[in-house]
Each structure stands twice: as C-alpha cells, then as structure tokens.
C-alpha cells in the first residue's frame, strides 16, 4: 500500500459528502440555523465543495472554503465554476485560518476536527466567529474507551490526532469559550454511515486505493459499537 493513506483516497475518489449522514443530514442540520443571503459562513475543510455549493446555492449566502488537499481544492474549483458560484476558496489549514478575526457568522466543520490539532483548531473557529457566530460539526466521537491497541488500529489507518468521547468534547468547547453547547448522538450509526456519496474521480489513481476503501468499511463494522459521531452547536 506503500505511503497511500485514506485521505488520498478521499481526495483521489473525489469523495462528496464523506461524513456520516452526508449530504442529506448536513441540509438537515442548517434548515435549524438563521442562515441568510446575509450571512458570512466559512465551510472549513471543505473537500470537494459540495457543502460549501449547497449553502451558495440555496440560500445565496457569502460562503468562503478553506482546504488544505491540493485535489480536492482542484475538484472543489471545478465544482464552483461549473456550477458559477461565487464561493471563495482558500487552500490552507484549519488550524492557521487565514482571515481576520469575527468574520463569520457561521462555521461549520463536517469530520474535520477528528484528523487535526482540536484545541488548536476550536480556538481558530472561535477567533473567526463573530460574537453570537454559530460553531456547527458533524465529528466522529467513540462511544467508551478502548484499549491502548484499538485506539492505536484506527489512529494509524485514519491519521487521526486524538478520539474524543462525547463529554470530552463538552469539555473542550466549555474550555475554548463556547456558550449554549449541545452535543447529540444521531439515531443512523456510523456503520450505517452514508448512502449516497458523491464520487469524483481523478484521472489517474492507483489500485491500492481500492484496498484502502475496503480497509475502511471493514474498520468500521469492526468497530460499530464504539466508533460514532455526535452533532455539536454552539456559540460563541
């Protein structure tokens, strides 16, 4: 499998809406928010763009991206110009966001904390968010504890920095400054996961990407019990 890892193969599959619930939960999720053509929304980690196109289009909102994926920015770019939306696009890091501070309304992060530095990055939202500003995410979150060799099996397929369960999570936010914090668990587990992807593929992609899509859906029912995700919302 060489040094192929599962982010190339979410970037090189051009994976739309690669977090639980996809794209159908996300619309869900922001029919609760006061999102107008109003308001500034930062979409960070964005992929392909799908979300980032969604919120342009359906409620013409001021939607800026940031990516750090050289393919997936490629195919997010693509995406908006096909699609001509002005959403703006930023390839750089969730964790040094490059815009000012108290620039969004919204920001919205869809299974992106899991593979970053959290403290660093919930601190970056929270610096970008305007006062009131709505912190929305869709995150994998473990259900209890596992032993040192589990955490290390899905930290070492997935990249990930850290596995938080849900109060951690309460705690962090509670700790960066987050107010009106609510962390709910979904009914559709991460097993069931999301039925309708979008796939993009690039031109050219290695075959070994095959073995690693089929290492994540074998990882996933291994771990069906324990690996989930929670819906967080805040303010700050």
Not at 92 to 111: H, Q, R, T
Not at 140 to 165: C, G, H, P, R, V
Not at 167 to 187: A, S
């Amino acid at each position: 499998m060489g040094a192929l890892t599962y982010f190339d193969f979410l970037a090189k599959f051009g994976v739309g809406g690669a977090h639980p619930g996809g794209i159908i939960l996300t619309k869900e999720l922001l029919a609760n928010e006061k999102i107008t053509n109003q308001s500034h929304i930062l979409d960070a980690g964005c992929g392909t763009g799908q979300t980032a196109a969604f919120l342009a289009q359906q409620y013409q909102a001021n939607v800026t991206g940031v990516e750090i994926n050289p393919i997936m920015i490629e195919k997010a770019k693509n995406r908006f110009e096909t699609m001509k939306l002005p959403v703006q696009l930023i390839q750089g890091s969730v964790e040094e966001i490059p815009s000012a501070a108290n620039s969004f309304d919204f920001v919205l992060s869809e299974s992106v904390l899991a593979f970053v530095n959290k403290p660093k990055t919930l601190k970056e939202f929270y610096r970008v968010l305007k006062k009131g500003g709505r912190f929305i995410a869709n995150e994998m979150t473990i259900n209890q504890k596992l032993s040192m060799q589990e955490e290390q099996e899905i930290k070492q397929f997935y990249a990930l920095d850290s596995l938080l369960l849900e109060e951690d999570w309460k705690e962090l936010l509670e700790k960066t400054g987050y107010k009106n914090i609510e962390v709910k668990k979904q009914k559709q587990s991460l097993a069931e996961g999301n039925h309708a992807p979008e796939f993009n593929f690039s031109a050219n992609f290695e075959p070994e990407l095959f073995a690693i899509f089929n290492m994540h859906a074998n990882m996933v029912l291994k771990y069906q019990d324990i690996l989930s995700y929670r819906i967080i919302t805040c303010t700050k």
